[in-house]
């Protein structure tokens, strides 16, 4: 979440359009989701450049060949999310937060990514994590109700780096402040 309030902190006409957005389907439970695509595009941004888990790891259960590499069965292997979210072969501008990125084209693929999988900060399939549905509702309401009231502002006055660890964070607090609209 605090990614979340970092990229917009710095993108005002985001803001603005969450905002706008938001206020469209006020009382529509229903068809919420379906009609804030750019407040479920800065999520993805968020999570695409700043992945909770920056690593995903699986033991094979039999060989493959990934690229051009053979691996073994019972071979652990390690896929960085940070990586795979910042290639350029998946994402034109990869370092630029861009939510219209996920928006649709009338082929009904997304406007900058080539491979939607490319990106995967809760996993995918079978063992992809549980509590995803619950974790971007939880973000959704959360965005929702902060835009619609208020304009967020960052207050570090240095540039906020990723960290990884175990699960990534921030190398500082994040101060933000919220101004009335």
């Known amino acids: 979440m605090q990614w979340v309030f970092y990229l917009i902190s710095q993108k005002l006409e985001i803001q603005e359009k969450i905002a706008q957005e ?3 389907v006020r009382g529509c439970i229903h068809s919420f989701t379906s009609q804030i695509p750019t407040l479920k595009g800065a999520v993805k941004e968020a999570l695409r450049l ?33 990586t795979s979210g910042r290639d350029e ?6 370092t630029r ?8 084209r009338d082929s009904n ?3 900058g990514v080539s491979h939607p ?14 509590g995803k549905h619950l974790a971007l509702t939880q973000m959704y ?5 902060v835009l619609e009231s208020h304009r967020v502002t960052c207050d570090n ?8 660890r175990l699960l990534a964070t921030m190398n500082e607090p994040l101060q933000v402040t919220l101004t009335g609209r």
């Open 22 to 24: 938001v206020k469209q």
């Open 50 to 82: 700043y992945p909770v888990a920056p690593f995903i790891t699986r033991v094979l259960p039999h060989e493959a060949i990934i690229g051009n590499f053979h691996i073994p069965a019972e071979t652990l292997v390690f896929m960085s999310t940070y």
């Open 89 to 94: 072969r998946f994402f034109s501008q990869p």
């Open 97 to 104: 937060f861009w939510p219209e990125r996920w928006g649709r």
């Open 109 to 111: 693929k997304q406007v």
């Open 117 to 130: 999988l490319a990106s995967m900060p809760f996993g995918h399939s079978t063992r992809n994590c549980v």
């Open 141 to 145: 309401l959360l965005l929702s109700k």
């Open 157 to 164: 006055h240095e540039y906020i780096q990723y960290k990884m």
